[in-house]
């Protein structure tokens, strides 16, 4: 079974500061790797999809990186703002044994808060 | 596009009601997934729709709950009876799926809570 850990679960940054948030996950066999974004009460924002035969997404001051092998992802945010301040949130994805759907398996996210 | 569209944003009813949430997806997607988000759990998938068709229901809880999708632009959940431990917020995201392309867009959320 599917298992994904971030750590950390939650992080103060002072505004301006650049950080990296980390998804782990146990199945190496994934199809994909999505970053979401979620503010308090809202639902989720899709940041970043990896797919499985890239490294790494860029948007703006955010860049994801996808190593496989070693079952990891990173966030990276440059430059953070206080507008930044969410919960992030990995989810892999992973074709299901018939070959015929989707399991996206969410990690429990980082609560991120930017201090101005 | 509006997005995904889900109704009611809140709901609170008591234990043993009916409960039905509603979606629309976004135009054009052809997948329609419900999600289940609680503290303790975190986020869970319920059920898969490709298609309007049911593909994977394996997270759905127990047969209280069940999933219908009509066409293209509806779908419900639907909770009969409804109790407490079923308090949460329940999503509902869309994707165009091609081949393994699959970034899902996800809707408000209804935030339900059962007395």
């Known amino acids: 079974k599917q298992e994904v850990t971030q750590i950390p679960a939650a992080l103060s940054v002072p505004e301006g500061e650049n950080l990296v948030l980390n998804c782990s996950f146990t199945?190496?066999?994934?199809?994909?790797l999505q970053w979401f974004r979620q503010d308090p009460g809202k639902g989720l924002t899709s940041l970043l999809l990896i797919q499985s035969s890239q490294r790494e997404q860029t948007s703006g001051r955010l860049n994801a990186s996808l190593d496989k092998s070693s079952g990891r992802s990173t966030l990276y945010i440059a430059a953070s703002q206080p507008g930044d301040s969410a919960t992030y949130l990995c989810?892999?994805?992973?074709?299901?044994?018939?070959?015929?759907?989707?399991?996206?398996?969410f990690g429990k996210g980082t609560l991120l808060t930017v201090n101005p | 596009d509006a997005g995904v569209i889900q109704s009611p944003r809140h709901e609170v009813t008591e234990m043993g009601q009916e409960v039905t949430l509603r979606c629309k997806p976004i135009?054009?997607?052809?997948?329609l997934f419900w999600y289940r988000q609680t503290m303790m759990r975190g986020l869970e998938l319920l059920i898969y729709f490709n298609n309007n068709v049911p593909i994977d229901d394996s997270g759905m809880p127990e047969d209280r709950f069940s999933a219908k999708m009509p066409n293209a632009s509806f779908s419900t959940l639907k909770i009969q009876p409804s109790e407490p431990r079923d308090s949460a917020v329940y999503f509902c995201a869309s994707s165009y799926t091609m081949g393994s392309y699959n970034e899902q867009f996800f809707g408000p959320g209804t935030r339900l809570t059962v007395l």
């Open positions: 135009s054009g997607h052809n997948s």
């Open positions: 199945d190496s066999a994934i199809y994909n």
């Open positions: 989810a892999v994805e992973k074709w299901d044994s018939g070959g015929s759907n989707y399991k996206l398996t």
